[in-house]
């Protein structure tokens, strides 16, 4: 279908700098990032939003999110000292592009309530 950029980046129509690739996920550095490190995590069929996810459907699938989260906060070595992932989920959240994504964040110390 190819409606969104993340489609493209996952086709490689379009480049982005790539940290971790399986047969369902991949993840790379997010273009205007908001901490020292802040990886996209996204499934490689097309979920647009958290309000699609059938539990019964992409339950492995957000099991495989995970644990690349886990594999890159280790390769990127903040698994001890922290980190947050954030999903975005429509207007009132600020999700710009609707294909689901995890946002892995760290590097710094984070703040609470998030903006
Ligand atoms: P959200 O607001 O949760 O929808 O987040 C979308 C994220 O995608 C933003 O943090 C953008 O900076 C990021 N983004 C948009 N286009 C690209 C791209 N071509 N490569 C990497 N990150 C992107």
Redesign the pocket.
Known sequence: MGST??SK?ISKE?P?NIVFESDTVLA?????P?API?I?IIPKIEIPTITDIKGSEHASLLADMFDAANQIAKQMEIAESGFRL???CGRD?????YHL?M?LLGGRQMKWPPG
Do not use: M, T, Y
């Not at 790379?28 to 205007?32: A, E, G, L, R």
């Not at 959240?93 to 592009?97: D, K, L, N, T, Y």
């Open positions: 950029i993340f980046i379009i982005a790379f550095k997010d273009i205007n908001q802040h996209l954030v999903l975005n959240a600020g999700q710009e592009v994504h946002h």
